[in-house]
């Protein structure tokens, strides 16, 4: 055992701050034997464990009552390793011996605990003050770990939140993510960022709040596009005084805030003052205001009225696949909805799923007072004390039977229902494609990770490889890399060269870093793809795609036979003219070939190929910027330290140049409409 921590080292295990005094439960928690909760068999899982297997199960047991003589009988996390030192299952328990001496009963466990108990060789723990405390260590040791065994949060990304920024005299509305750390009035969270922006869009046209960055604001000599469509009010031109200015900022907060139905009556009355006083154009202006706040909240669906602060959750399960539909609801209005489909066993129970699914969901974000669930959860008195004690404020976890709340959980329901059906759709359809690629390419297996490589430059500088990944459930976003090349003996364009370094440094990593693969090579043959498993988090690729032809394929078979790695390799070439439909594919030890015009094949590796590209050449444009950030505009033919002074001078910033249009650009002394072309056609490449 690598150390059994006390209490005082919780904070270092955990990586999160806790009060320092003890918190007490507002209820009484009743002892009970820990044994007794433990996941019970279901009777067509229970199947005996044979051969080896029986053999790897009593390892197992035996290390676990090893360890359990050593563990503390009091609250805490325990973690279950294998014998690679990887992170099997992590828990919390009130009284941790108790719950890992359950573990090696002799029967009444179903096969997946089992299976987990025969990969056990050692456990660790970490002991906390209180059960509260376990359970946000548990939550945030399981999203940093990723342990196989536990129900695991996919697609955890931070919500957008709308700002409105407190320290300019005219204050600024915008998209936000992160730390809150700019002064202002932060409203959210909206579950995407297609939901704020045009949020953010219905609000400047029914506020007229700027949108453009300090410094753009402040070099304006005259109203930009925004004003002259009527979704701004040019405060940076004075075409609006402070003091009007002032108001639709405070109206902004207030309709934010909750209180819309009075902003919109004080909207309504005055509209009709400036009706009776004949003044048609005044009211046609809050004639517009009036019908973008209106558009807001007909976008929002459903609008309860006795819900001010919520987040509701639903969950449905359904071919051994689980889909949790989030909504959230602030100030009385739906600020949209997510779903989302954590990895589980499809033994586990909707419960089960629901309670660790939201013990990592609030792990890092802020808790509303109010969380309404589908599914009644197990300790849910303990996970309200412990998001309570994280937010500093009471929060009820309820289970609505009836009424308006009830109808919120329904209408969650029926949208996780959809969700999932969707899911198995597109799961059904990208397996078939996996099938035929398989076929098509002569894999011995149907690929669950695919990566795709591709290179991207202007004549040599700011080149970048770029790593995609798909599988059963499509693009995996999270595993994208992006390889800056560093090495000074390549000739500038030699994209063999490029390739070769992209996967040398890939592989070279993969095999440093994956104990699980060094498992799998043999003394006597190549490393190979991972054989058949129930896994799918192998970082192991089962084929490589290569945006190119025979020469990125000879490269390619160079560094995986120097490292010993024999994974399947598919070239894709271009068709003349660059012509989509027409590529020809290169594979070992056959002849290159084309796949027909409508082959589904063709359209789903052209996919996979155009991602690659894409994600290649945004990453190569983000390196080309930082450099020019380096070395100025120079770089831009016709401009000089003159002509970049002025422009800076004009604009404030390099961001604002970007943002600027042509028209913008010869406003500048010196710059003439040839050289804004130019300069506009830097930053926007392919601009007509």
């Known amino acids: 055992m690598r150390g059994l921590s006390t209490s005082a080292r919780f904070a270092k295990h955990s990586g999160m701050s806790v009060p320092k005094k003890d918190i007490e439960p507002e209820i009484d928690i009743v002892e009970e034997d820990e044994e007794s909760s433990l996941p019970q068999a279901h009777e067509s899982e229970a199947a005996p464990v044979e051969g080896r297997g029986r053999e790897s199960l009593a390892a197992g047991r035996d290390a676990i009552l090893r360890f359990a003589k050593l563990a503390p009988s009091q609250p805490g996390v325990y973690r279950m390793i294998d014998a690679r030192g990887d992170v099997l299952y992590v828990g919390k ?69 709308i700002l409105i920024t407190s320290d300019h005299w005219a204050p600024q509305i915008l998209k936000h993510r992160g730390a809150r750390t700019r002064p202002g009035h932060y409203f959210g969270p909206f579950a995407s960022v297609w939901a704020v922006n045009r949020t953010i869009n219905a609000l400047q046209r029914a506020f007229l709040l700027r949108s453009c960055s300090d410094p753009f604001f402040a070099s304006r000599t005259r109203p930009c596009l925004l004003h002259q469509i009527k979704r701004c009010s040019a405060p940076c031109t004075n075409e609006i005084d402070f003091g009007e200015y002032a108001a639709l900022v405070r109206e902004a907060n207030a309709f934010l805030s909750g209180r819309s139905k009075a902003v919109k009556d004080e909207l309504a009355g005055e509209m009709e003052k400036a009706s009776q006083a004949l003044d048609f154009e005044r009211a046609a202006v809050y004639r517009d205001r009036l019908a973008a706040l209106s558009a807001i909240q007909a976008h929002q669906g459903v609008n309860p009225r006795g819900v001010e602060e919520a987040d509701v959750f639903a969950i449905h399960q359904q071919g051994g696949f689980t889909c949790v539909e989030v909504f959230f609801f602030r100030t009385g209005q739906n600020w949209g909805n997510r779903a989302y489909f954590p990895k589980a066993d499809r033994s586990i129970s909707p419960g089960e799923i629901l309670a660790a699914f939201l013990a990592q969901f609030y792990d890092d974000k802020p808790c509303p007072r109010l969380i309404l669930i589908s599914h009644d959860i197990e300790d849910r008195a303990l996970l309200a004390e412990a998001l309570g004690t994280k937010g500093g404020h009471k929060i009820e976890v309820s289970v609505p039977r009836r009424g308006e709340k009830r ?41 669950r990770r695919i990566e795709v490589y591709d290179n991207s430059h202007i004549q040599g500088t700011n080149a970048v490889g770029a790593m995609i990944v798909a599988g059963p459930e499509g693009f995996r976003k999270k595993d994208y890399r992006k390889f800056n090349i560093r090495s000074a003996e390549l000739s500038p364009g030699d994209d063999f060269a ?91 030890g056959r002849d290159s070939f084309k796949l027909p015009p409508r082959d589904p094949v063709l359209y789903f590796v052209e996919r996979l190929r155009d991602e690659a590209h894409r994600f290649a050449v945004g990453s190569h444009r983000a390196r080309r910027k930082r450099d020019l950030r380096e070395a100025g505009l120079q770089e831009i033919e016709g401009i000089g330290p003159t002509r970049k002074r002025a422009l800076l001078h004009h604009f404030g910033t390099l961001k604002a140049i970007e943002r600027a249009s042509v028209t913008d650009l010869m406003q500048v002394d010196g710059v003439s409409a040839e050289t804004a072309r130019r300069v506009y056609e830097f930053f926007h490449e392919g601009a007509p």
């Open 498 to 588: 490029m390739m070769r370094e992209v996967l040398t440094r890939r592989f070279k990593r993969l095999l440093a870093e994956a104990p699980l693969l060094s498992v799998l090579r043999e003394e006597t043959e190549p490393f190979r793809a991972r054989p058949d498993s129930d896994e799918d988090e192998s970082p192991c690729p089962d084929v490589v795609l290569l945006d190119g032809g025979q020469g990125q394929l000879n490269a390619a078979r160079d560094v995986l036979a120097q490292l010993g790695v024999d994974i399947p390799l598919v070239a894709i070439a271009k068709g003349p003219d660059r012509d989509a439909g027409r590529e020809t594919f290169f594979v070992p």
């Open 93 to 161: 328990a009130k009284n941790v011996k108790n719950r890992v001496r359950a573990y090696a009963r002799p029967a009444g466990l179903d096969t997946r605990i089992e299976r987990m108990i025969a990969a056990t060789r050692a456990l660790e723990f970490v002991v906390t003050r209180t059960e509260t405390e376990a359970l946000l260590l548990e939550a945030n040791l399981i999203k940093r770990l990723r342990p196989r065994f536990n129900v695991l949060l996919r697609d955890d990304k931070s919500f957008p939140y």
């Open 407 to 447: 109808d919120l959980i329904e209408h969650a329901l029926a949208n996780a229902r959809e969700a999932l059906g969707r899911k198995l759709a597109e799961t059904s359809s990208q397996e078939r494609l996996l099938r035929l690629l398989a076929e098509t390419f002569g894999l011995s297996r149907t690929p």
